[in-house]
C-alpha cells in the first residue's frame, strides 16, 4: 500500500471526500487528488500533463458534472460534454501513462427507463435511459464502452461500478442543483423556521428510489479497487426502494416540517421506479450495506442544521 499512488479525480467533493477518508482506512498512503483549477479534465493537454506529474498507479474517477431533475433539464448539454470528456480522456490518458488499474463511477441513470425492478446488470442495454437525464446516463455509460473496449484490445484494467442515487453530510443543498433528499431537507427546514404551511415539491409522489448512504459509497468503491479486476459492470446500492411520496414524508416527521406537503404534477416525475440488485457486488468484493435510510437521514439533518448555524444556507450550497 506504501508504493501504490492513487489519483483519485473529484476528490474534494461530496463522493471523492469520503472517499479519501476510507483509502486511509484501508492503509493507502499515496491519495493524490488534483482540484478542477490544477487540471481541467475536459481538456486534453491538461489531462496529459496531470498523468506526467502525477505518474499514478490506479485511478479512481469520480470527477462528474452532476443535478437533479431540474438541472438536468435545464443543462442538457452541459451535463453531456463535461462528463464524456472528462471520463473519456482521462480513461485515455491513463493507459497511455500506463496506469495499472481504472476505476470508472457509472450512475444509475445510465439504466433503461423501464428496466424491469430489482435492476440487473444485464439490463443495462435493453432501451433508453429516462429522458430527463439521459444525457448525463449516455456519457457516463460511455466509460463502460470505454473499459471494455480498451480491455479487449489493450489488456487494459479498468472496472466500471454502477452507484445508485447518494445522500449524507456535506451532499449539495442548493435546491435548483440538489437531488432529491438535501432538497427536501433544504425546503422542509426552510418552511419550518419560516413558519409556513405549504411545501410544493415536483411529480406526483408515486415514482421509488434506492438510497446509499455516501459513506457506504465510497466502501463499495475501495473494496471494488482492491479486490475486482473483471470486464462486467457491477450495481453499488442497498437492494432497497421507497417511494417519493414515504420519503417525503420521513423527511418532514425528522425535521419537524408539520405543514402540507403538496405535489406539482405539471414536473416531471423521472424514472418510474429505482431499485438495484446488489448480490454481484456481495459476491465480487464483498459489499453489503451498512447504513439504514433512517439513520443516514439523521446524520444527514443533524449536519445540515450544524452547518445552517455557522454559515447559513447559501454558504452550505456553494
Not at 108 to 113: F, G, M, S, T
Not at 196 to 210: H, N, Q
Not at 225 to 243: A, H, L, Q, R
Amino acid at each position: 500500500m506504501h508504493e501504490i499512488r492513487v489519483l483519485l479525480t473529484g476528490g474534494h467533493g461530496f463522493l471523492g471526500e469520503n472517499v479519501q477518508k476510507t483509502l486511509r482506512s484501508h492503509g493507502f498512503k499515496g491519495i493524490i487528488t488534483p482540484s478542477h483549477q490544477d487540471f481541467d479534465l475536459r481538456d486534453g493537454e491538461a489531462v496529459r500533463a496531470m498523468f506526467l506529474k502525477t505518474k499514478p498507479t490506479i485511478v479512481i474517477h469520480l470527477a462528474a458534472s452532476v443535478g437533479g431533475i431540474r438541472a438536468n433539464q435545464e443543462h442538457p448539454g452541459d451535463f453531456f460534454y463535461d462528463n464524456l470528456m472528462m471520463g473519456m480522456q482521462t480513461m485515455h490518458e491513463a493507459y497511455k501513462a500506463g496506469v495499472e488499474k481504472f476505476v470508472a463511477i457509472g450512475t444509475i441513470c445510465a439504466y433503461p427507463k423501464m428496466t424491469p425492478v430489482p435492476f440487473r446488470e444485464k439490463d443495462l442495454w435493453n432501451g433508453y435511459p429516462e429522458e430527463t437525464n439521459a444525457p448525463y446516463g449516455l456519457a457516463k455509460k460511455m466509460l463502460l464502452v470505454q473499459a471494455q473496449a480498451y480491455r479487449q484490445q489493450y489488456g487494459f484494467n479498468a472496472i466500471y461500478l454502477l452507484p445508485v442515487n447518494l445522500y449524507g453530510p456535506e451532499d449539495n443543498f442548493d435546491p435548483v442543483s440538489a437531488h432529491v433528499i438535501p432538497a427536501m431537507i433544504y425546503k422542509m427546514t426552510e418552511a419550518k423556521e419560516h413558519k409556513e404551511e405549504e411545501v410544493i415539491l415536483w411529480g406526483d409522489g408515486s415514482p421509488s428510489r434506492e438510497f446509499l448512504y455516501v459513506s457506504d459509497a465510497a466502501e463499495a468503491i475501495v473494496l471494488a479497487t482492491e479486490k475486482y479486476d473483471g470486464p462486467e459492470p457491477v450495481n453499488i446500492g442497498t437492494g432497497k426502494e421507497i417511494t417519493i411520496h414515504d420519503l417525503a414524508s420521513l423527511i418532514a416527521e425528522k425535521v419537524g416540517f408539520t405543514g402540507k406537503i403538496t405535489w406539482d404534477p405539471s414536473k416531471p416525475n423521472g424514472q418510474p421506479r429505482r431499485c438495484l440488485d446488489v448480490s454481484q457486488a456481495k459476491r465480487l468484493f464483498a459489499f453489503t450495506a451498512q447504513t439504514e435510510l433512517s439513520e443516514g437521514l439523521d446524520h444527514t439533518i443533524a449536519w445540515y442544521r450544524e452547518a445552517s448555524k455557522w454559515v447559513g444556507n447559501k454558504g452550505i450550497c456553494e
